[in-house]
């Protein structure tokens, strides 16, 4: 009896084991594409279209914070991923521990048309070259049920609301100091000395109690408000879309002169295994289409003239595509010097 | 005596090898090789995003040295005696009953036991999240019934909930060895306790709890030595001040880069549960 049972067991995986053998050949006919991405990224919106295109696919894991992007990426020494859609505070780390290449723009027939102040920025020039190619940006922004929150929050301090105890919620990323140091007043918040960490510090543990729980992943944010277990947040943009599509009452602030944000870019590793493909995947994302396909799956900025025009005048007014002028107030995230110490001030926060 | 040992022994044994070998090659590159590793790594130490791999004792230093890391082992520890104990004040009455009273019963109790196994470790922990939620069932009841005015946060993302969790999803490690001791406890000892006058208490005491000790201690060990390096339930279902070793671990390697200290950490964990293994081998020698 026990021997039948066991032996009708092996034969079972064995027919599943040959059901899937041949699939796998199939797919290795064409190249897979493998990146580290900020959720929304590599939407199945657009990224069809690109499969469409160059019969390439597209596998993505999604990272949390830029020190996990930068941990996961390092994890294989690089050869586990393609490209990386690096935001300015690790752009430097990756250049630096020699896991990203310098990009031969003449490869990229949409290279000119990134905005001009980014091409050649600080976060993706390094010696001179070229190392990563912006394609996004965007502030971290406040986002509130409108059902439960009113009035209207106008700035940074309904987090710290006795209304609002509990249902409050944060990333869990030590670039949050940052956002703290800006409700501190601080003019440089990535410049700060000890005295700055220590009020920083005292000024998170005094939000502490409000907070339900912290982030990690766009998707968590989205599930924490639809079950009722927040009610504001500091978060991405892309919440707002995703609660929005959910048919969930939400809507976003963008208190003024106390935004940071980021800018994002395409870096292709160093051992990446299809270097073509990882070319042919940013020329698609500086194209209209990949604009477009972005900009509407996230609710970011774009950073090239295409798609500026397949969005249209109206849309790229209300992203800042124009003039830029937002992307200049926001106090964008970039390499911090004594980062260690930020890691080190976030766990005590956390723990 | 050589004569009555089968002739085979005296062979070399090399089908005995043959067999060995597989399983200790796996043993040994799966299992052997990556402890070592680990071992390897903890004592080297992370500068400026790169593994210096020098002798260091660094990351024991931090450890040791910071309030909020003794402050997550503390708390790492106590859940993890907490979880055990319980699991092992609802399993002894569990098992006693399934074997004593289940009749032919028996095994169909003892598969209910097991069951919640085959279902996905995640979807429990997520179905705990979906009880005790603010719009959850719990908060939905009580509401509902009118017994609160408004859904309660208090029941999610605390350590409540997080304990909770533990002794629900470990629970059947703990009942199954239990079950085993039972079964394999001779009822006449209970009738001859009797004979002698010990009242039932006294007879659970002296002969029955000795007996079932082994069951519950390697239960514990399980149960322990599983909540000990768990990172998913706190991760999901626990507090925001609730985080345990298991998640410091995780976030060394998968968000800090700083692997010296993760494995410092794991390195760690191990420590405390041979430690703990000892102690109750021993112990189970005593009986």
Not at chain 1, 259 to 288: C, E, H, P
């Amino acid at each position: 009896m026990g021997h039948r049972l066991v032996s009708a067991i092996l034969i079972s995986l064995l027919s599943l084991g040959t059901l899937l053998l041949p699939a796998a050949p199939a797919q290795a006919v064409n190249c897979m594409l493998t990146a580290i991405v900020w959720e929304g990224y590599t939407d199945p919106a657009f990224t069809d279209d690109f499969e469409a295109q160059t019969g390439c696919r597209i596998k993505a894991t999604y990272a949390g914070s830029s020190d996990e992007m930068f941990a996961k990426f390092r994890a294989g020494g690089g050869r586990n991923y393609d490209l990386i859609s690096a935001s300015g505070d690790i752009t430097e780390r990756l250049y630096r521990a020699g896991l990203v290449r310098s990009i031969e723009t003449e490869r990229l027939t949409n290279y000119d048309e990134v905005f001009s102040p980014f091409q050649g920025g600080k976060w993706n020039t390094f010696d001179g070259q070229p190392y990563g190619v912006t394609f996004a940006w965007g502030p971290n922004v406040l986002i509130y049920s409108t059902d439960a929150v009113s009035p209207e929050p106008d700035s940074w301090n309904v987090l710290f609301d006795p209304a609002y105890e509990g249902q409050v919620t944060i990333p869990d990323n030590p670039m949050t100091i940052a956002d703290a140091a800006l409700w501190l007043g601080k003019t440089d918040p990535y410049g700060l000395s000890e005295a700055d960490l220590a009020q920083v510090k005292e000024k998170l543990l005094e939000l502490r109690p409000q907070i339900r729980k912290f982030w990690t992943t766009a998707g968590e944010l989205a599930n924490l408000f639809q079950s009722g277990e927040v009610v504001v947040a500091h978060a991405w943009p892309i919440t707002e879309k995703q609660l929005t599509e959910a048919d969930f009452p939400a809507e976003s602030v963008s208190p003024p002169g106390k935004l940071t944000g980021w800018t994002d870019s395409w870096m292709i590793s160093q051992k990446a295994r299809n270097v073509d493909a990882a070319y042919q995947w940013i020329d698609f994302i500086l194209s209209g289409a990949g604009q477009k396909g972005v900009i509407e799956a996230t609710g970011y900025s774009g950073a090239t003239e295409l798609g500026t025009e397949a969005v249209g005048p109206e849309r790229a007014k209300e992203l800042f595509m124009d003039d830029l002028s937002l992307h200049s107030k926001i106090n964008m995230w970039q390499s911090v010097k004594n980062y260690d110490r930020w890691v080190e001030v976030w766990n005590e926060i956390r723990s | 005596m050589t004569a009555i040992s089968p002739p085979t022994a005296r062979r070399p044994p090399v089908g005995l090898y043959a067999t060995l070998l597989p399983p200790l090659l796996w043993m040994g590159l799966l299992y052997f090789v990556p402890l070592a590793l680990l071992i390897v790594y903890s004592f080297w130490r992370l500068d400026s995003f790169e593994i210096v791999q020098e002798f260091s004792l660094d990351n024991f230093q931090t450890i040791f040295a910071s309030a909020a890391y003794r402050r997550v082992l503390v708390r790492t520890g106590m859940t993890a005696l907490g979880v055990t104990l319980i699991d092992a004040a609802i399993a002894i009455p569990l098992a006693l009953a399934i074997t004593r009273y289940g009749g032919r019963w028996r095994s169909l109790l003892t598969l209910l036991i097991i069951l919640p196994l085959w279902s996905s470790y995640l979807v429990r922990v997520f179905a705990w999240k979906i009880i005790l939620g603010y719009n959850g069932v719990i908060n939905s009841a009580l509401v509902g019934l009118g017994i609160l005015q408004e859904p309660s946060s208090a029941f999610l993302y605390n350590s409540f909930s997080t304990m909770l969790t533990f002794v629900h999803v470990w629970l059947p490690f703990m009942v199954l060895p239990v079950i085993t001791a039972f079964e394999r406890h001779p009822p006449e000892l209970l009738e001859a306790s009797a004979d002698l006058n010990a009242p039932p208490w006294g007879t659970f005491r002296r002969v029955t709890l000795p007996l079932v000790l082994p069951g519950v201690l390697a239960g514990s060990i399980n149960v322990f030595a599983l909540t000990l390096g768990d990172f998913i339930t706190p991760g999901l279902g626990g507090g925001p001040q609730g985080i345990m070793l298991g998640n410091l671990i995780a976030s060394q390697f998968g968000v800090s880069y700083n692997w010296p200290l993760g494995a410092a950490f794991a390195l760690l964990v191990m420590v405390v549960v041979c430690s703990g293994l000892a102690v109750m081998l021993r112990l189970i020698r005593t009986f």
